[in-house]
T-cell receptor, first 114, second 115 residues
Framework: AQSVTQPDIHITVSEGASLELRCNYSYGATPYLFWYVQSPGQGLQLLLKYFSGDTLVQGIKGFEAEFKRSQSSFNLRKPSVHWSDAAEYFCAVGAPNSGYALNFGKGTSLLVTP | DTEVTQTPKHLVMGMTNKKSLKCEQHMGHRAMYWYKQKAKKPPELMFVYSYEKLSINESVPSRFSPECPNSSLLNLHLHALQPEDSALYLC??????????????FGNGTRLTVT
């Protein structure tokens, strides 16, 4: 079965600084990969997704992610963080053999300081 | 604003109560989902309905009973819950079952507290 690991539980970044959130997956083939964001008291919002094609994926809110098969990674990046980006970020993986049900990582909590 | 509406936003219930959570979407989506999310944890899939038929039940206890009356509505009936069932219950929908061309749209959830 596919799984996903987010090594960082908390990340603190200064406003305006760049951001990278790590995600590693485990799956025999190329999985479906996603990044979701959750603000406090809210549901999850899809930032971007990848299955095939260009390994650099652009998402909403200025986020991008790069799929690296050799490292089994799908890291999320943003060149300049805004205070409103403070939230919980979840990487997720899905695969046809599981009925496409998404398996979420444990999440990374992003704190943005002035 | 989310296009998936969940009611109520907050619910407090005793262990002997019967209550229902409601979810509604008018995007024409044919797949609907219930997730459970404990504090500081990722969402855990509970149920999936596809074309109003239950297609996935992730070994959820029978005190949780899903219902999909029509393609726009999804209910979760609760009975004899335990305090450890306290969590945020998230509803989601998608146009189809393949998440690449049918991304999940989440509601804002119902915060459930079982006393």
């Amino acid at each position: 079965a596919q799984s996903v690991t987010q090594p960082d539980i908390h990340i603190t970044v200064s406003e305006g600084a760049s951001l990278e959130l790590r995600c590693n997956y485990s799956y025999g083939a190329t999985p479906y990969l996603f990044w979701y964001v959750q603000s406090p008291g809210q549901g999850l919002q899809l930032l971007l997704k990848y299955f095939s094609g260009d390994t650099l994926v652009q998402g909403i809110k200025g986020f991008e992610a790069e799929f690296k098969r050799s490292q089994s990674s799908f890291n999320l990046r943003k060149p300049s963080v805004h205070w409103s980006d403070a939230a919980e970020y979840f990487c997720a993986v899905g695969a046809p053999n599981s009925g496409y049900a998404l398996n979420f990582g444990k999440g990374t909590s992003l704190l943005v300081t002035p | 604003d989310t296009e998936v509406t969940q009611t109520p936003k907050h619910l407090v219930m005793g262990m002997t109560n019967k209550k229902s959570l409601k979810c509604e979407q008018h995007m024409g989506h044919r797949a609907m989902y219930w997730y459970k999310q404990k504090a500081k944890k990722p969402p855990e899939l509970m149920f999936v309905y596809s074309y109003e038929k239950l297609s996935i039940n992730e070994s959820v206890p029978s005190r949780f009973s899903p219902e999909c009356p029509n393609s726009s509505l999804l209910n979760l009936h609760l009975h004899a819950l335990q305090p450890e069932d306290s969590a945020l219950y998230l509803c989601a929908s998608s146009p189809g079952r393949n998440p690449i061309n049918s991304p999940l749209h989440f509601g804002n959830g119902t915060r459930l507290t079982v006393t």
